[in-house]
C-alpha cells in the first residue's frame, strides 16, 4: 500500500507527460485527480493504521541492489503517518491553488509537481537509508525546476542557491551513511543500508558523535536551523505559489522528520548530547526569524523569515526529547504545514490580483474582500497560535517539553510567541485595515469559488485539529514511546555486537 | 630453427570480427554507391553485435605465450567497447551525410580504433598494451581530424595527434625502464619482480611513466590539457566516440595493471593514483564551470569523470574494481547521449555547439529536451539515474576499503559532484527557460577556439530528422534509467572482474 503511495504520483506523472501539451484543461484535471487518488490512500492509511503498536507498519522489504546491499524497504509509523498525511492533503490543494496563476507550461508544471509528491512520500516512508537519500536528493530536482521556470524575477538565482546549498549538506550525509554501512559490515557481518538493521549497532560515542554531526548538518540546512537559513528566505520569496507552499509545508519538514527519525535510531547517544546545543541555536532562530520578520517590507519574505522562527518551535520540542516536547513536534510540523501553507495561498490571492509582494502597495483590502479577510483572519491567528486553533496545541506542548528540560527555554520560547504575535498583526493590520492605499483597488475582487475551495479544507483542519487533536496525537503517541525508550535504553542492542 | 608459436585463433575472435569488418567496410565502400551506405553502417553494426556475441560466450583462456588474457575484465571490457563502438556508429551518419564528409573510412576507423581498445582490456604484457593503445589512438586522431574542410577540426586532429605521441613516448620509455629493471614486459613476471624486492629507482620511474601515458589519454589531470580543444575541434560524433571508447580502454588497462597485477604492492601506488584522482576531480569540475561551448563543457567533464573513475582504481578492493566497471557502463551510455543530443541539432550549416542556442529547444523538441536533461541529471551523479548508482558503488568501494584516504576521497567527490550540478543544469534550464532569440548578429567570441571558416555561425538551430541518433538517445536513455532503478544485471556482470581479485 505504501509503495503505492510514492508510485502512483510518479506514474501520474508519467502519464501527464504523455498528454500533448495543448490541453491544459486535461493536464490539470489529471493531476489534480492523481493528487486526489493520493490522499484516498492516505486517508486509508490513516484509519486502518495501529495506534498501539509503536513499530514500523505496513512495512515491504525487498532487495534492490543486492550487490550493495540496498534494500527497497518502506514503512510507516506515528512519526511518519502523520508527515504522509500532510502531504497528501498539501498537495491537492497546491495544485487547485495554482489553477489560475501558472498559465505557461502547465504540462510541466504539474509533471514537476507530481514526480514532486512521490519523492516527498518516498522521503518519509523509505526505510533503507540509499532508498531514503535518493528520494532526498530527487526532491530537489523538480523543486529547483519549480522556482527555476515559474518563479519571481530573481528566480535563477534562488533556485541555484536552493539547490546547491541544500545539496552540498546532503552529500556529507551520503557520505556517513556509507561510512555507516561500513561499520554495519564489520560489527554486524551483513552488508546492508536498512535502517532498523544498522540500528542495532552500539557505536562509540565519538563515531556517534561524527556521524550525528553530518546527518544533522543535512537536516539542518532543510529545517533550516539559525545560522543555516539563508537559503530559505530567497527560495520562498522567488517560488511560484504553489512551490512555496510545497517548500514550506513539506520539504522544511524533511529536516526535522530527519532529526526524529534517524536521531533516536543510529545515534541514542550523541542525539542527546548535543540537545542544549540544538536548542540553544532553535531558540536563537525563534526570536532572530520573529525580529527578522517584523523588518519585512515584502510579505512573502515575512512569512519565509516566520518559518524560520515556526521551525525553531519545532527543534525546539525535539531538543526537549520529552514526551510533550515530541509529540507537540510532531503536531507542530503538521500544524505549520497547514498554516503557513495557507498562509503563502493567501499572498497567492494577493500577487495574482495585483502582482505586488510588496506590504506598502496594500491597505484597506478587507473592506474589498470580506470573505477573504475572514479566511486570512482564521490563518493568521491559526499561525499566532491563538486557543482553540492547531497553532496553540502543537506550541503549548512544545513548550510543556521544553518547560520540564529547561525553564530558560521555555522562557525564551513564550518570546518568541508573543513576538509572532506582533509581527503577523501588524502585517494583517497593514495589509487588510487602514486607509485604501492599493494601487489597483479594482482588481481586488473577492475570492472566487475555486479559491474558497482551497481554503475550506485548511481552514476546517486548523478548527479541527485546535479543538480535538485526539486522532493525531493518539497515532503518534506510541512512536514518540519508542523513541523515548532507545534514548533510555541505547545499551540494549548489544548482544548484537560481534568481536571483529 | 624456432617454431612459431601456436596462434589461438579462437581466443581473438571478437577482435578479428571487428577488425575483419573494418577491412570489410573498408572494401565495400569503394563499390557501393554514396546513397547506399547505410548497408556500410547495418554491415558494422551487425559485425560489433557478432563480436559481443562472441565475446560473452568464449571461455576464459591466455594465450600468445601469456601475453593474452581473455577473463571477466576482459569480457567485460571488451562488451563495454563494443557498445560503445555501435554507439559510435550509429550516431554518425546522418551527421556526416549533412555536412558531406561521409565515407566509409569513418567506420572502418572506428572499428578499428574499437579493435585497439579491446586489445587494451586483454593485454598481459606491456608491449601488447602499448601496441593496443596505438591501435587505439591512432585512428582517433584521424577521426578528429576528419572534417577536413575546419580549421577547428584540424586544429584539433593535430594537437590531439602531437600530444598524443608525446604520451606514448613517455609510455614506451616507461615500458623500456621496466624492461631495463625486471627483464620482462609480462605483467605477471613484473608482478613477481616488484614483490621480490624493494623498488629500484627505474622500476619505480618505469610505473610512473606509465601512469603518465594512460592518464593522458584518459585525460587525467595534470595531462588533460588537450581535450578541451581536441572536443571542441573535432565533429561531434567523433568526440563522443572518442570520449567513451578511450575512457573503457585506458580504465580496463588500469584496473588490470594496477588492483589486478599489482595489488600486492598497493600501497606503493595507492597515494599516486589517489592524489591525481583528487586533483582530476577538483580541476575537472572547477574548470567546467566556466564553460559556455556544450563540447567544452563535455570535455571538462569526461575529465572530471575520468576522477571518478580513478578513484576506484585507487582503492584496489575487489568491489571498487566492479564499481569501476559498472560506472564505465553508465557512463558510455549517458556520454554517449549527452553528445548525441547535440549532434541532431545544427546552427547555419555548422555545429550548434554554444549552450545558449538551445535556449527554448523545449518547445520544439520536448523529447530531445527531456533527453538531455535525463542525461544531465545523470552526469551530475542524482538520482534516480544511473549516474547516482554509478558514483554510489565507488564511492562507498573507496569508504569502506580505502581508508582514511577513501574518506577523504569520497568527501572530496560528493562535494566536487554537487559543483557538477551546477553547470549540468544549466544545461537543460537553458532549453526549458530560455527563449529562442535571434541569430547573434556576427561571429562572436567562441570560447578559445578558431572561428569556424564560414563568414560567422548564424541563425537559430535546426533540429534534423535523424532516426538513427533517435535510436542512440533511445538505447543511451534507456540504459542511464534502467540503471537508476533496476541496476542488478549491470552490477552482476560487472561483478566478474571483482571476483577475480577475490
Not at chain 1, 494577493?350 to 479577510?373: E, K, W
Not at chain 1, 493518539?474 to 525508550?485: G, M, P, T
Request: net charge neutral; no cysteine; hydrophobic share 55%.
Amino acid at each position: 500500500m505504501l509503495s503505492v503511495l510514492i508510485a502512483l504520483p510518479l506514474a501520474g506523472a508519467l502519464l501527464v507527460a504523455l498528454i500533448p501539451r495543448e490541453r491544459e484543461e486535461t493536464i490539470r484535471r489529471v493531476g489534480l485527480a492523481v493528487s486526489l487518488g493520493a490522499l484516498v490512500v492516505a486517508a486509508w492509511l490513516f484509519r486502518a493504521f495501529d495506534p498501539a503498536s509503536g513499530e514500523m507498519q505496513f512495512a515491504v522489504r525487498v532487495p534492490w541492489i543486492p550487490a550493495l546491499g540496498i534494500g527497497y524497504a518502506v514503512g510507516v509509523d506515528g512519526i511518519s503517518l502523520l508527515l504522509v498525511g500532510l502531504t497528501a492533503v498539501i498537495f491537492p490543494l497546491a495544485l487547485l491553488g495554482s489553477w489560475g496563476s501558472i498559465t505557461e507550461q502547465v504540462k510541466w508544471f504539474t509533471v514537476a509537481m507530481l514526480s514532486l509528491e512521490g519523492a516527498v512520500f518516498g522521503t518519509f516512508l523509505a526505510l533503507d537509508l540509499i532508498l531514503f537519500y535518493v528520494f532526498w536528493e530527487a526532491v530537489l530536482i523538480p523543486m529547483a525546476f519549480l522556482i527555476a521556470l515559474w518563479g519571481g524575477p530573481a528566480r535563477r538565482y534562488a533556485a541555484i542557491k536552493f539547490f546547491l546549498y541544500t545539496m552540498a549538506a546532503s552529500v556529507v550525509m551520503l557520505v556517513a551513511i556509507l561510512a555507516l554501512h561500513v561499520l554495519g559490515r564489520r560489527l554486524l557481518g551483513e552488508r546492508t543500508f536498512d535502517l532498523e538493521v544498522l540500528a542495532t549497532m552500539v557505536l562509540p560515542p565519538g563515531v556517534q558523535a561524527w556521524l550525528f554531526a553530518a546527518f544533522a548538518l543535512a537536516f539542518a540546512v532543510k529545517v533550516p536551523v539559525w545560522p543555516l537559513h539563508t537559503w530559505l528566505p530567497d527560495a520562498h520569496t522567488e517560488a511560484p505559489t504553489a512551490g512555496s507552499v510545497i517548500l514550506a509545508a513539506l520539504l522544511l519538514k524533511m529536516g526535522t522528520y530527519g532529526f526524529v527519525r534517524f536521531g533516536p535510531m543510529l545515534f541514542p547517544e550523541a542525539l542527546p548530547a548535543s540537545a542544549p546545543l540544538l536548542a540553544a541555536l532553535a531558540i536563537v532562530g525563534i526570536l532572530y526569524g520573529a525580529v527578522v520578520s517584523w523588518a519585512q517590507t515584502d510579505l512573502k519574505r515575512l512569512i519565509a523569515f516566520s518559518s524560520v522562527s515556526h521551525l525553531g518551535f519545532v527543534m525546539l520540542g525535539i531538543a526537549s526529547l520529552t514526551e510533550q516536547g515530541l509529540q507537540g513536534s510532531l503536531i507542530q510540523m503538521v500544524n505549520h504545514g497547514i498554516s503557513t501553507g495557507a498562509l503563502f495561498l493567501i499572498v497567492g490571492v494577493l500577487y495574482d490580483r495585483t502582482h505586488s509582494r510588496q506590504i506598502a502597495d496594500y491597505g484597506g483590502v478587507a473592506a474589498l474582500m470580506p470573505r477573504f479577510a475572514v479566511i486570512f483572519t482564521i490563518v493568521m491567528l491559526s499561525s499566532v497560535a491563538l486557543p482553540g486553533t492547531n497553532g496553540f496545541v502543537g506550541e503549548f506542548l512544545i513548550l510543556l517539553g521544553a518547560f520540564q528540560t529547561s525553564t530558560w527555554w521555555a522562557v525564551l520560547g513564550v518570546g518568541g510567541v508573543i513576538l509572532s504575535a506582533v509581527y503577523l498583526l501588524w502585517a494583517y493590520q497593514q495589509v487588510m485595515h487602514g486607509p485604501q492605499a492599493a494601487r489597483h483597488p479594482e482588481r481586488l475582487v473577492e475570492v472566487t469559488r475555486r479559491e474558497v475551495l482551497v481554503f475550506a479544507p485548511l481552514v476546517a483542519l486548523i478548527f479541527l485539529i485546535g479543538v480535538y487533536p485526539k486522532p493525531l496525537l493518539d497515532r503518534s503517541e506510541a512512536a514518540v514511546q519508542a523513541v523515548l525508550n532507545r534514548l533510555d535504553r541505547p545499551a540494549m542492542a548489544e548482544p548484537l555486537r560481534r568481536p571483529r | 630453427m624456432i617454431a612459431p608459436p601456436p596462434v589461438p585463433i579462437l581466443l581473438i575472435a571478437p577482435e578479428v570480427a571487428v577488425l575483419a569488418t573494418a577491412m570489410v567496410v573498408l572494401v565495400a565502400d569503394l563499390w557501393l554507391r554514396p546513397e547506399r551506405r547505410d548497408l556500410l553502417v547495418g554491415g558494422s553494426v551487425l559485425g560489433v553485435v557478432l563480436a559481443a556475441l562472441l565475446g560473452v560466450t568464449l571461455p576464459d583462456g591466455v594465450g600468445f605465450a601469456d601475453r593474452y588474457v581473455r577473463d571477466g575484465l576482459t569480457r567485460v571490457g571488451q562488451t563495454l567497447a563494443l557498445a560503445a563502438i555501435a554507439l559510435g556508429i550509429l550516431v554518425a551518419p546522418e551527421y556526416l551525410r549533412r555536412l558531406r564528409m561521409e565515407r566509409g573510412e569513418y567506420y572502418a576507423l572506428v572499428l578499428i580504433a574499437g579493435a585497439g581498445a579491446m586489445l587494451m582490456a586483454a593485454s598481459g604484457d606491456l608491449l601488447l598494451l602499448f601496441l593496443a593503445l596505438e591501435t587505439l589512438s591512432i585512428p582517433l586522431y584521424v577521426l578528429a581530424a576528419s572534417r577536413r574542410g575546419s580549421v577547428r577540426s584540424q586544429e584539433a586532429g593535430m594537437k590531439y595527434f602531437l600530444l598524443g605521441t608525446f604520451a606514448s613516448a613517455f609510455f614506451l620509455y616507461g615500458i623500456a625502464l621496466l624492461y631495463g629493471a625486471a627483464g620482462t614486459t609480462r605483467l605477471a613476471g613484473l608482478a613477481d619482480f616488484l614483490a621480490r624486492g624493494p623498488s629500484s629507482l627505474a622500476a619505480a620511474a618505469g610505473v610512473g611513466l606509465l601512469v603518465i601515458g594512460l592518464g593522458f589519454k584518459a585525460a587525467l589531470v595534470p595531462f588533460h590539457t588537450w581535450a578541451p580543444d581536441v572536443y571542441e575541434g573535432a565533429p561531434f560524433p567523433a568526440a563522443a566516440f572518442m570520449s567513451v571508447v578511450a575512457k573503457i580502454a585506458v580504465f580496463a588497462a588500469l584496473v588490470r595493471v594496477f588492483p589486478l597485477t599489482l595489488g600486492a604492492l598497493a600501497g606503493q601506488w595507492t597515494v599516486l593514483l589517489g592524489v591525481l584522482a583528487a586533483v582530476t576531480m577538483i580541476v575537472g569540475n572547477l574548470a567546467a564551470l566556466a564553460q559556455t561551448n556544450y563540447k567544452r563543457l563535455l570535455a571538462y567533464s569526461s575529465i572530471a569523470h575520468a576522477g571518478y573513475l580513478l578513484v576506484g582504481v585507487a582503492t584496489a578492493t575487489p568491489d571498487a574494481a566492479s564499481a569501476v566497471m559498472t560506472y564505465l557502463a553508465v557512463y558510455a551510455a549517458m556520454g554517449t547521449g549527452a553528445f548525441a543530443v547535440a549532434v541532431a541539432l545544427e546552427r547555419g550549416g555548422q555545429e550548434a555547439d554554444r549552450i545558449e542556442d538551445y535556449a527554448g529547444l523545449a518547445e520544439r523538441a520536448p523529447l530531445l529536451a527531456a533527453a538531455t536533461a535525463l542525461f544531465m541529471i545523470s552526469l551530475a551523479g542524482l538520482p534516480p539515474t544511473g549516474g547516482f548508482i554509478a558514483k554510489l558503488g565507488i564511492f562507498a568501494a573507496a569508504v569502506e576499503g580505502g581508508g582514511r584516504g577513501g574518506l577523504v576521497l569520497a568527501l572530496i567527490g560528493v562535494l566536487t559532484s554537487v559543483t557538477s550540478v551546477y553547470y549540468y543544469l544549466r544545461v537543460p534550464y537553458v532549453m526549458y527557460a530560455g527563449q529562442p532569440g535571434p541569430a547573434v548578429a556576427s561571429g562572436g567570441i567562441s570560447s578559445g577556439g578558431i572561428s569556424s571558416g564560414v563568414g560567422g555561425p548564424g541563425g537559430a538551430v535546426r533540429l534534423h530528422p535523424s532516426p538513427m541518433v533517435n535510436l542512440v538517445l533511445l538505447l543511451t536513455a534507456a540504459v542511464v534509467l534502467q540503471m537508476g532503478f533496476l541496476p542488478r544485471t549491470i552490477i552482476a556482470f560487472a561483478q566478474q572482474v571483482g571476483a577475480l581479485l577475490r
